[in-house]
């Protein structure tokens, strides 16, 4: 076999491949970000971090825990930006760069709008895509939206699908991919909780006080387009009349970044002296907060996820997850967004434990993975591509 110095540009004098990585968002960030650190660690191909900038600084300060800086950052967000603009932007933005700078794959993650344009843009090219965190299926157009469309269009042009877990695995046979383009691989938010769990990074400030007494808190946090106006107001009345019910517990609740549902919380749960309204919490805060509360309370993809390998309680706002797994472990909790019924279920949870140990507890075996899933795809791409 050729003998090749991995290092440098290869043998003959032929550049490295180049791997383009792009994201918009914060959970992109989190969870490409022990993807980046393995490319770049084997040091065989060229990767640069193409931002789309759908996050402004909720995706800088997620890449920033990880000592990363976008190579390139396309800034497309504003204010209130609409399905249609980013969508547009993304795609015109990744597309161009790729016409002044080709790479050889695009590797893109779950099921954002930056997900799909950025796929769209390297498919009108001819250009592979891999899709990590490939085969999410909620069987419902409507939700979450537009995720469920995102993720089932980026998994029909995907050239590499890294499914999570076997139930994504067999969604993605079911549709009909071709058996050798999957991949399982666990999914890499547990990498990134691995990379991440052994600092004790609790969140500063005077702010933080009323959960630094070791007062039992709830963890809370809701951003689906889905959810906002209505549904995110009953969950914060719920929020309310759990409080009201257990005077011991506090209320943790670290706010998206969007208006639309800040609006909606300030003014449920704003000037509560039990409640820490606050900003965006970095991600080793996050993770701290998820580790120290006594249940957590969201709509989010990622914090159930991250809740199942921590073996604690999570209540989804949602009708439906893509993420069977999490139930199935029994520590996620469907819910929905009716008031009454999140309120008694968080009621219930508090106050009984012989219901609460049968959930909590460190999870023994991670449906989720085992925190090496970069390394398994990288060993993938390296296979197909560094050839
Ligand atoms: C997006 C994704 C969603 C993902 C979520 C992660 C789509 C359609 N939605 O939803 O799948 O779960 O990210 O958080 O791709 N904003 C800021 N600063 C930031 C980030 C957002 O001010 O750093 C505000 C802006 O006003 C922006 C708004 O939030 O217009 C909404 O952002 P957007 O990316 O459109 O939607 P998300 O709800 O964040
Ligand atoms: N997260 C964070 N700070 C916060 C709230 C969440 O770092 O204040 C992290 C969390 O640990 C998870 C990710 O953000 O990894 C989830 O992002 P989000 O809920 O915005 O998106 P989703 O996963 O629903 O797409």
Same mark, same amino acid.
Request: proline share 6%.
């Given at each position: 076999?050729?003998?090749?110095?991995?290092?440098?540009?290869?043998?003959?004098g032929?550049?490295?491949?180049?791997?383009?990585?792009?994201?918009?968002?914060?959970?992109?960030?989190?969870?490409?970000?022990?993807?980046?650190?393995?490319?770049?660690?084997?040091?065989?191909?060229?990767?640069?971090?193409?931002?789309?900038?759908?996050?402004?600084?909720?995706?800088?300060?997620a890449?920033?825990?990880?000592?990363?800086?976008?190579?390139?950052?396309?800034?497309?967000?504003?204010?209130?930006?609409?399905?249609?603009?980013?969508?547009?932007?993304?795609?015109?933005?990744?597309?161009?760069?790729?016409?002044?700078?080709?790479?050889?794959?695009?590797?893109?993650?779950?099921?954002?709008?930056?997900?799909?344009?950025?796929?769209?843009?390297?498919?009108?090219?001819?250009?592979p895509?891999?899709?990590?965190?490939?085969?999410?299926?909620?069987?419902?157009?409507?939700?979450?939206?537009?995720?469920?469309?995102?993720?089932?269009?980026?998994?029909r042009?995907a050239?590499?699908?890294f499914?999570p877990?076997?139930?994504?695995?067999?969604?993605?046979r079911?549709?009909?991919?071709?058996p050798?383009?999957?991949?399982?691989?666990?999914?890499?938010?547990?990498?990134?909780?691995?990379?991440?769990?052994? %600092?004790?990074?609790?969140? $500063? @400030?005077? #702010?933080?006080?009323? &959960?630094?007494?070791? !007062?039992?808190?709830? =963890?809370?946090?809701?951003?689906?387009?889905?959810?906002?106006?209505?549904?995110?107001e009953?969950?914060?009345?719920?929020?309310?009349?759990?409080?009201?019910?257990?005077?011991?517990?506090?209320?943790?609740?670290?706010?998206?970044r969007?208006?639309?549902?800040?609006?909606?919380m300030?003014?449920?749960?704003?000037?509560?002296?039990?409640?820490?309204?606050?900003?965006?919490?970095?991600?080793?805060?996050?993770?701290?907060?998820?580790?120290?509360?006594?249940?957590?309370?969201?709509?989010?993809?990622?914090?159930?996820?991250?809740?199942?390998?921590?073996?604690?309680?999570?209540?989804?706002?949602?009708?439906?997850?893509?993420?069977?797994e999490?139930?199935?472990? %029994?520590?996620?909790?469907? $819910? @929905?967004? #009716?008031?009454?019924l &999140?309120?008694?279920? !968080?009621?219930?949870? =508090?106050s009984?434990?012989?219901?609460?140990?049968a959930?909590?507890?460190?999870?023994?075996?991670?449906?989720?993975?085992?925190?090496?899933?970069?390394?398994?795809?990288?060993?993938?791409?390296?296979?197909?591509?560094?050839?």
């Amino acid at each position: 076999m050729e003998s090749v110095n991995l290092n440098s540009p290869r043998a003959g004098g032929a550049e490295k491949k180049k791997i383009d990585v792009v994201i918009g968002t914060r959970p992109e960030a989190i969870k490409m970000a022990p993807l980046i650190l393995e490319l770049r660690r084997r040091a065989r191909a060229s990767v640069r971090v193409v931002a789309t900038g759908q996050h402004s600084d909720m995706l800088n300060r997620a890449l920033e825990y990880f000592s990363l800086v976008p190579d390139v950052n396309l800034s497309v967000m504003k204010d209130r930006q609409s399905l249609d603009y980013i969508t547009a932007s993304v795609l015109r933005g990744v597309g161009e760069l790729l016409d002044s700078n080709p790479a050889d794959v695009v590797l893109v993650h779950g099921d954002t709008t930056t997900t799909l344009s950025a796929s769209l843009a390297a498919f009108y090219r001819g250009i592979p895509v891999g899709h990590v965190e490939a085969g999410l299926r909620s069987f419902d157009m409507g939700l979450p939206f537009p995720e469920e469309m995102n993720r089932v269009v980026v998994d029909r042009i995907a050239r590499w699908l890294f499914a999570p877990t076997d139930a994504a695995m067999k969604n993605l046979r079911n549709e009909g991919a071709p058996p050798e383009r999957i991949f399982v691989t666990g999914n890499t938010v547990v990498d990134a909780l691995r990379m991440t769990l052994d %600092g004790d990074s609790a969140p $500063v @400030g005077q #702010d933080m006080a009323p &959960i630094m007494d070791g !007062a039992p808190f709830i =963890l809370m946090t809701a951003h689906r387009r889905e959810s906002w106006g209505a549904p995110i107001e009953r969950i914060c009345r719920a929020l309310l009349r759990v409080l009201e019910r257990r005077g011991e517990c506090r209320a943790l609740v670290p706010m998206h970044r969007n208006p639309v549902v800040r609006d909606s919380m300030r003014g449920i749960l704003g000037g509560d002296e039990r409640i820490i309204l606050c900003d965006p919490l970095d991600y080793p805060s996050f993770v701290w907060a998820l580790a120290n509360c006594r249940i957590i309370i969201s709509d989010s993809g990622g914090v159930q996820e991250e809740a199942t390998a921590l073996g604690k309680p999570v209540l989804v706002t949602r009708d439906v997850t893509e993420r069977p797994e999490a139930l199935e472990r %029994g520590s996620a909790i469907l $819910v @929905g967004t #009716d008031a009454d019924l &999140i309120a008694s279920r !968080a009621d219930r949870l =508090l106050s009984d434990p012989s219901e609460y140990d049968a959930i909590a507890g460190r999870c023994r075996l991670n449906p989720f993975g085992d925190g090496y899933a970069s390394a398994r795809i990288a060993d993938v791409i390296e296979r197909d591509l560094l050839v």
